[in-house]
């Protein structure tokens, strides 16, 4: 049972360059999620998604953009990478009250 | 505005000691919580969780109380084990429109050591 899947796990890229983290998900839940995490913040929701095709924001969605063309994938691109969006991000899905998160990607702008 | 407040970032306990970790929310319309366990490199994983009709919901060695009129929370951990040395985030939800997302608001965290 796979779950959720995250890739890349580790990322380091530059200011100004796009990048896509991705996320994939086994269980057919309608809910995904993305999280960044970060010192003193704890987890905030970058975007959602309650199935394909329909996505809105959450929290933190600034230079964040998301896709999600099929259920199972849930994209999420910065499409210009600033210093600030060095962070741990968490790819997630729910079933009923329960969010359950995948391992995360590292991702560092340098 | 911190919705969601943890106040200790770190706790220390002895094994085989009680865990007693605290959460305070100010949002009065969070009708679920949840707290979830992580390890470092890995994704936070759910432990229990205990809905606003309650006071206390307990799973073998964890128990989560809630005082609403506090607006308080806590988990207690019973014996402690050097396993349970990990993140400890809690969590709120308010109330979902119907088929809406369960989307969480998360504290900051609490590192729990359990020393041997």
């Known amino acids: 049972d796979a779950g959720i899947t995250q890739s890349p796990r580790y990322k380091i890229t530059e200011t100004g360059r796009q990048v896509t983290l991705m996320c994939h998900q086994t269980?057919?839940?309608?809910?995904m999620f993305w999280y960044r995490q970060d010192l003193g913040h704890g987890l905030r929701l970058i975007y959602y998604s309650a199935a394909a095709d329909i996505t809105d924001k959450g929290e933190v969605p600034d230079g964040y953009v998301v896709s999600r063309s099929k259920t199972e994938n849930f994209p999420l691109t910065l499409e210009s990478a600033t210093r600030s969006q060095t962070s741990v991000y968490f790819c997630?899905?729910?079933?009923?009250?329960?969010?359950?998160f995948g391992e995360g990607s590292w991702l560092t702008v340098v | 505005d911190q919705q969601v407040k943890q106040n200790s970032p770190s706790l220390s306990v002895q094994e085989g000691r009680i865990s007693i970790l605290n959460c305070d929310y100010t949002?009065?319309?969070?009708?679920?919580f949840l707290w979830y366990k992580k390890y470092p490199a890995e994704g936070p994983t759910f432990l229990i969780s205990?809905?606003?009709?309650?006071d206390k919901n307990e799973d073998g060695r964890f128990t989560v109380f809630l005082n609403k009129s506090a607006k308080h929370l806590s988990l207690h951990i019973v014996p402690s084990q050097p396993g349970d040395s990990a993140v400890y985030f809690c969590?709120?939800?308010?109330?979902?429109?119907?088929?809406?997302?369960?989307?969480?608001?998360f504290g900051q965290g609490t590192r729990l050591t359990i020393n041997p």
């Open positions: 269980w057919s839940h309608s809910y």
């Open positions: 997630a899905s729910s079933v009923g009250n329960t969010i359950y």
């Open positions: 949002n009065s319309m969070f009708d679920y």
């Open positions: 205990i809905s606003s009709i309650k």
């Open positions: 969590a709120a939800a308010v109330p979902r429109r119907v088929q809406g997302a369960q989307k969480l608001v």
